[in-house]
């Protein structure tokens, strides 16, 4: 694991019932060799906490942060408002209006408090992009995405080989 022994990434939600999603965050870091932390900040159910964990990320080594957050989703932006580490928002889909009011509460932060936002339950991608971010300072960490990406390259390449010699039928059938 990269970081010197302290996490590098805290991934937040506001919920338990978003770990389903936010697991995906850590399987990508663990993929990156990045050390992270995952916990539960509810913006609602647990303000100080929240503000608490804003406050202090900076000094226990924490370089980007990803918090998930369904329905209202204030998490993301409130984390944002009270830190100079870059936030990363996951909209989580909810059952009521499928994540649309997750992404939009994310997405529209005021001028100033901005909050990088990843698709709907894009907890993956959100990785991905913290990963890039701490990239430009960790050299590993960039060769390690850029052999990411090559990889899936590669994948689609094999996949247009395939599609292009057996026919999108056989290619179907196959799959």
């Not at 916990?39 to 929240?50: E, G, K, N």
């Not at 990963?131 to 052999?147: F, H, M, R, S």
């Not at 590669?154 to 179907?172: A, H, I, N, P, Q």
């Amino acid at each position: 694991m990269i970081s010197m022994g302290k996490p590098l990434v805290g991934i937040i939600m506001g919920s338990d019932s978003d770990l389903t999603v936010m697991n995906d965050a850590a399987e990508v870091l663990e993929l990156f060799g990045v050390k992270y932390e995952l916990t539960i900040v509810s913006a609602h159910r647990t303000p100080q906490r929240m503000m608490q964990y804003a406050r202090t990320a900076r000094k226990k080594g924490i370089r980007v942060i990803i918090a998930g957050a369904g329905g209202a989703a204030h998490l993301p932006g409130m984390i944002a408002s009270v830190t100079d580490l870059p936030v990363i928002g996951v909209p989580i889909k909810t059952g009521s209006l499928d994540g649309l009011d997750s992404l939009l509460s994310i997405v529209q932060m005021p001028s100033g408090v901005p909050v990088a936002t990843v698709a709907i339950n894009g907890a993956k991608n959100a990785s991905v992009l913290a990963c890039e971010i701490l990239g430009i300072k960790y050299d590993i960490i960039a060769k390690k995405v850029a052999n990411y990406k090559e990889n899936m390259r590669k994948d689609v390449e094999k996949k247009v080989s395939k599609l292009t010699s057996k026919g999108f039928r056989k290619y179907l059938k196959n799959k």
